[in-house]
């Protein structure tokens, strides 16, 4: 079992930049997926970007260019950097790690981006 803890989301005017923190409960060395996805209002989860234990990286089309996903297994923590961000960044992003057959959320934190 793993408990996920993001942070680092806020209110951003477009065009600036945040970056989220995924700090889990337990060493992520052997968690084979973690991600982030979003939810805007009235509208479903989306997957934002993944990344696979072995280093394979995995962006949306709306993220490529302008999002990295980064893990650091020695601070259990996986880092979403969000650069060029646009008011259709707006929305609820969630951590997600898929390990041992399940599959388990952060709480989430909220990204506002103003034009």
């Known amino acids: 079992q793993v408990q996920l803890g993001e942070s680092g989301g806020g209110l951003v005017q477009a065009g600036g930049s945040l970056r989220l923190s995924c700090a889990a409960s337990?060493?992520?060395?052997?968690?084979?997926?973690m991600g982030w996805h979003r939810q805007a209002p009235g509208k479903q989860r989306e997957l934002v970007a993944t990344?696979?234990?072995?280093?394979?990286?995995n962006y949306a089309d709306s993220a490529k260019g302008r999002f990295t996903i980064s893990r650091d297994n020695a601070k259990n923590t996986v880092y979403l950097q969000m650069n060029s961000l646009k008011p259709e960044d707006t929305g609820v992003y969630y951590c997600?790690?898929?390990?041992?057959?399940?599959?388990?959320w952060g709480q989430g934190t909220q990204v506002t981006v103003s034009s």
């Open positions: 337990r060493s992520i060395a052997s968690i084979n997926v």
């Open positions: 990344t696979v234990s072995g280093g394979r990286l």
């Open positions: 997600r790690a898929i390990t041992g057959g399940y599959v388990y």
